[in-house]
Structures are given as C-alpha cells and as structure tokens.
C-alpha cells in the first residue's frame, strides 16, 4: 500500500505501489474492522485488552471485560443495518472439553461453535438445542515450530511424520466422522464461489494422496540423523481432539525410530508459540487447528511458504524456495484471476511436499444452539462475520 485518503464521510481511497489481488479479501476478515482512530489512540497498548477495551463499528459494543472469565457486549443501536435482536451476550472461555459439555448439557452455555467431537452425538441427542455440522476450511495438523537452523533435515523429519501416520484412520476415529482426510492446509471449501474454483480444484486433486510408507519414512528419519531423537510436540491443555491426534501420531513416530514428547500447555502459553519466539525455544512441532478467515487462497499459504521477511510470520521452520516466493507473489501482484489461480496452483505442487504444516485432515463446523433460539451461522463463515447480529428467537 502506497497512500490511503478519505474522499468524504463514507469513503477512502487506497493507492498501490503493485496491484494486490488481496486487498478486498483481507478487508473481509478481522483485518478490515473499523475501529474509531481516536479511541485506539487514546487507549495506546492498551487497546484490544481488558483495560482499553475496544471500539468498533459492528452490531455490538463492548459493556464489561472480565479478564480470563467473560466478556459481555450490548446490542450496538446505531448499527448500520439495524440493531440486533438478542440485547446482550456474555462470552464464557471454555478451554476444556468436558466443561463445555457439561455446561451446554446443563443450559449454563446457550450455545457454542466447534464444540468437542466426542460429544457432538451426546449433545444432539440431548433434547435441549439443536447440533448442525457445516462446511469448513480448517485443517487438523502438526504445524512445524523447528527446525530453522537445518531446514533440509527439517524437512525430512516431517515427511517421515507424514509417512508414518493412516490419515483414513485417524480422521474415522479421532474426528469422530465430523471431518475428512486432507492433502494440504488449503483445503477444497475454500475454493468454494470462487471465479477459478475450477482451476483450484483440479490442483487439489493432482496432489499426490498421502500414503503409510514407513520403511521410506524410516530411510527419511535416518538420512535427516534424526535416528533415535526426541522430538516435543505442544498442545493446548484441555483439548481431549488435539490430544489424541499428538498420541497417534507419537505412536506412528515411535515406528520409525523417533521418540515424540506430548507437552499440554494452558491456552494463554499455548497461543504465545504463534507471537512470542521465546515460547518456541525448544519446539519441534504444534498441534493444531488452523483455517483461513477471509476468501481467496493465497493468505494462509503465504504466511507458511514466504520467508519471514516476505510474509512468512507463520514460517518458522527456515522454508526458503525462491521459486515458490516468485509465484505466490506473483499470484497476489496478478490482475488476471486465471493466471493468478494457476501461479498459485504452481507453487502449492511445490510447497506441499516440504509438508510445512503435516496436514491430517478436514475438520468440519459443528455449532450448538439451544431450543428457543435460531439464526447461528453453521459454517467457518463465523470466524469473520458478525454472526451475532442475527440471532433471534424461534416463536
């Protein structure tokens, strides 16, 4: 971006160095809210926290934040397209998955997304709300953390990883059904309404299909001199899913000659591994639930493709493929859709065999309401939409 002026009261205008075919689609995440610049200068460091709070233009504004046990919002009266119907929501943390069911079992929680796979058939049984599994991008993996100082064996490690573990299987047990095996992190519903879906899809489908190999795994392990070595996986403290997909996949290491260590960390230590690098220091590999919230496809692979200095924030295991920075940039800088999706397509067919993130599987939206309300958004839509403001009752 070269420049950004306000036209009027309504609009501003936004001047390029290059075109970025990017731009209207990050305006569609959380990237794109509009916040009042008096307020954010006034909090400072404080905005976004307890302390400054927040202050956007959305269907609900902030009423209290409680730190670590609840944030409550009030119907926003002046929003643009009419207040919402549901005057006041608190939203309660729930990090462990036995308490989530419980309060939802109870009607402690009116709802809630993503609830646990292993009680999505209790909870739709249950006779108090209703359970709706819907479509989704987000993608069930070991996203690796490192490896920088030797990319290449780095490599190699992840490769055997993924080698060694039955996709088919896993995602049958572990998600419960609610899923589905995955080639790579930019899973087939991203696709979805997209002008090139075609060319996208095509892409996808020319991967090649992960297999169980593991006496070529067992070659990797032993060509990277990783024969015999601890490796140490995190995952957040309370996720019974995460959990269980780290203890399959230490059971399919421990075949190929490499001994994983399962270390649960509580949430707020476990999401420092993506902002902070000290909490990096000394892991190898992060379970984890990744997705894309805004349309497109480049964003999610750039951040783990692209150096760090290009964009990679998400990059923290020294991949460095210039042909694959060309691409991806040259996807994004392209002002022809077609010629973007095939640049893309290009480097994905590269950059998927480093196995940057060891992709398992597919795991679909599964949201929670309970009777007397209606109108939650089904889909991973939720993640950058203002779902709240359509919330109502059902008589």
């Given at each position: 971006?070269?420049?950004?002026?306000?036209?009027?009261?309504?609009?501003?205008?936004?001047?390029?160095?290059v075109?970025?075919?990017?731009?209207?689609?990050?305006?569609?995440?959380?990237?794109?809210?509009?916040?009042?610049?008096?307020f954010?200068?006034?909090?400072?460091?404080?905005?976004?926290?307890?302390?400054?709070?927040?202050?956007?233009?959305?269907?609900?504004k902030?009423?209290k934040?409680?730190?670590?046990q609840?944030?409550?919002?009030?119907?926003?009266?002046?929003?643009?397209?009419?207040?919402p119907k549901?005057?006041?929501?608190?939203?309660?943390?729930?990090?462990?998955?036995?308490?989530?069911?419980?309060?939802?079992?109870?009607?402690?929680?009116?709802?809630?997304?993503?609830?646990?796979?292993?009680?999505?058939?209790?909870?739709?049984?249950?006779?108090?709300?209703?359970v709706?599994?819907?479509?989704?991008?987000?993608s069930?993996?070991?996203?690796?953390?490192?490896?920088?100082?030797?990319?290449?064996?780095?490599?190699?490690?992840?490769?055997?990883?993924?080698?060694?573990?039955?996709?088919?299987?896993?995602?049958?047990?572990?998600?419960?059904?609610?899923?589905?095996?995955?080639?790579?992190?930019?899973?087939?519903?991203?696709?979805?309404?997209?002008?090139?879906?075609?060319?996208?899809?095509?892409?996808?489908?020319?991967?090649?299909?992960?297999?169980?190999?593991?006496?070529?795994?067992?070659?990797?392990?032993?060509?990277?001199?990783?024969?015999?070595?601890?490796?140490?996986?995190?995952?957040?403290?309370?996720?019974?899913?995460?959990?269980?997909?780290?203890?399959?996949?230490?059971?399919?290491?421990?075949?190929i000659?490499?001994?994983?260590k399962i270390e649960?960390?509580?949430?707020?230590?476990?999401?420092?591994?993506?902002?902070?690098?000290?909490?990096?220091?000394?892991?190898?590999?992060?379970?984890?639930?990744?997705?894309?919230?805004?349309?497109?496809?480049?964003?999610?692979?750039?951040?783990?493709?692209?150096?760090?200095k290009?964009?990679?924030?998400?990059?923290?295991?020294?991949?460095?493929?210039p042909?694959?920075?060309?691409?991806?940039?040259?996807?994004?800088?392209?002002?022809?859709?077609?010629?973007?999706?095939?640049?893309?397509?290009?480097?994905?067919a590269?950059f998927?065999?480093?196995?940057?993130?060891?992709?398992?599987?597919?795991?679909?939206?599964?949201?929670?309401l309970?009777?007397?309300?209606?109108?939650?958004?089904?889909s991973?839509a939720?993640?950058?939409?203002?779902?709240?403001?359509?919330?109502?009752?059902?008589?």
């Open positions: 971006m070269k420049d950004i002026k306000a036209v009027d009261d309504t609009h501003v205008k936004v001047t390029f160095n075109h970025d075919s990017d731009f209207i689609n990050v305006l569609a995440s959380s990237l794109g809210r509009v916040t009042s610049a008096d954010v200068a006034k909090a400072g460091r404080d905005f976004g926290t307890p302390k400054g709070g927040v202050m956007c233009t959305g269907p609900y902030l009423k934040w409680t730190a670590g609840s944030v409550a919002v009030e119907a926003n009266k002046d929003y643009w397209d009419g207040a549901v005057g006041e929501i608190d939203f309660i943390p729930v990090q462990d998955d036995a308490a989530m069911t419980s309060a939802l079992s109870s009607g402690d929680l009116d709802g809630a997304f993503d609830i646990p796979e292993a009680s999505t058939q209790q909870l739709a049984n249950s006779g108090k709300g209703t709706v599994i819907g479509p989704s991008n987000s069930i993996g070991f996203g690796g953390v490192g490896g920088a100082d030797d990319p290449e064996k780095a490599t190699m490690i992840r490769q055997a990883i993924s080698l060694a573990v039955d996709r088919e299987s896993a995602v049958k047990n572990l998600l419960k059904g609610y899923g589905a095996p995955a080639t790579t992190f930019t899973t087939p519903f991203q696709f979805e309404g997209l002008e090139q879906a075609a060319i996208f899809e095509k892409g996808y489908e020319e991967l090649p299909e992960p297999t169980v190999d593991l006496d070529k795994a067992k070659k990797l392990v032993e060509e990277a001199g990783a024969k015999g070595k601890t490796l140490k996986v995190v995952v957040p403290s309370g996720n019974q899913m995460l959990m269980n997909i780290a203890t399959v996949v230490k059971d399919a290491a421990a075949k000659d490499l001994d994983l649960q960390r509580q949430p707020a230590e476990y999401a420092a591994i993506f902002y902070d690098p000290s909490a990096r220091e000394g892991v190898d590999f992060l379970a984890a639930v990744g997705y894309q919230g805004d349309p497109g496809v480049n964003t999610y692979a750039m951040l783990r493709a692209l150096p760090p290009e964009g990679g924030v998400f990059n923290w295991v020294g991949y460095d493929d042909k694959v920075t060309g691409l991806l940039q040259a996807a994004r800088a392209s002002t022809d859709s077609k010629d973007s999706a095939e640049k893309f397509v290009e480097a994905q590269i998927s065999q480093a196995q940057l993130q060891v992709t398992f599987g597919n795991q679909y939206t599964r949201t929670y309970r009777d007397g309300l209606s109108g939650i958004t089904t991973i939720y993640i950058s939409t203002p779902w709240a403001k359509d919330l109502g009752g059902t008589k």
